[in-house]
């Protein structure tokens, strides 16, 4: 079974704090991403990496920046934390391929920022 | 990004009832995909669809990729409680490499 793992389910952090969201895959996918997901929005793709110590930038990257200095490992990094960056952290991971496979999801993040 | 239109938005049933629910594009789609996310957790994928007009099953759900590659279509025969959570509808176009776009999801209340 694939396993995608994250480090926190719950977290709570003041605005201005900087906040490292972990995301760990055991099945050696290439592909590894971080989303978020708010009410009425759906899933929105804020970064995106094929391989170690690439990224690419989702649809929504402003606020955030993200590291991946090991295959299984894609940590997504809010540098100075906003209240409108409350919401749910997803990652994801998948293999690469000719043709796009299906993510693997971890449990998710819900961040808090007062 | 890619906007995914997915309806209803949200849906109340019997236990028993059948459910469905669509989703659409703008552009046209190589890939569909159909995810289910229970409450707390992450997104589990229940169809992939890879073929225009392509009609799978697992177990009581049905999903069809839309002859125009613009549309995909969810079916749920038979509702049972367990049923309940958000569900997603996920595009790919041969224009955005590994990158999927998700739809705004439905959520699903089944009635015992």
């Known amino acids: 079974d694939v396993k995608v793992t994250q480090s926190s389910r719950y977290l709570v952090k003041r605005t201005g704090e900087k906040v490292f969201l972990e995301c760990v895959q055991d099945?050696?996918?290439?592909?590894m991403f971080w989303y978020r997901q708010d009410p009425g929005l759906g899933l929105r793709l804020i970064y995106f990496?094929?391989?170690?110590?690439?990224?690419e930038k989702g649809d929504i990257p402003e606020g955030y920046s993200v590291s991946r200095e090991k295959k299984e490992r894609f940590s997504l990094i809010l540098e100075s934390a906003s209240t409108n960056q409350t919401s749910m952290y997803l990652c994801?991971?998948?293999?690469?391929?000719?043709?796009?496979?299906?993510?693997?999801f971890g449990p998710g993040t819900r961040l808090t920022v007062l | 990004g890619q906007q995914l239109n997915q309806s209803p938005q949200s849906m109340f049933i019997q236990e028993g009832e059948d459910v469905s629910m669509n989703c659409t594009s703008s552009s046209i789609f190589n890939t569909w995909l159909w995810y289910k996310q229970d409450p707390g957790e992450g997104p589990v994928l229940l169809i992939a669809?890879?073929?225009?007009?392509e009609l799978t099953s697992n177990g009581r759900l049905t999903a069809q990729f839309g002859i125009t590659r613009k549309d995909s279509f969810l079916n749920i025969s038979a509702s049972i409680p367990s049923d309940v959570g958000i569900y997603f509808c996920?595009?790919?176009?041969?224009?955005?490499?590994?990158?999927?776009?998700f739809g705004t999801g439905t959520s699903l209340t089944v009635i015992p």
């Open positions: 669809l890879y073929k225009a007009g």
């Open positions: 099945m050696d996918h290439e592909n």
């Open positions: 994801a991971s998948s293999l690469y391929g000719n043709r796009p496979n299906e993510q693997f």
């Open positions: 996920a595009g790919h176009s041969p224009n955005t490499g590994n990158q999927f776009y």
């Open positions: 990496s094929y391989d170690v110590k690439m990224k």
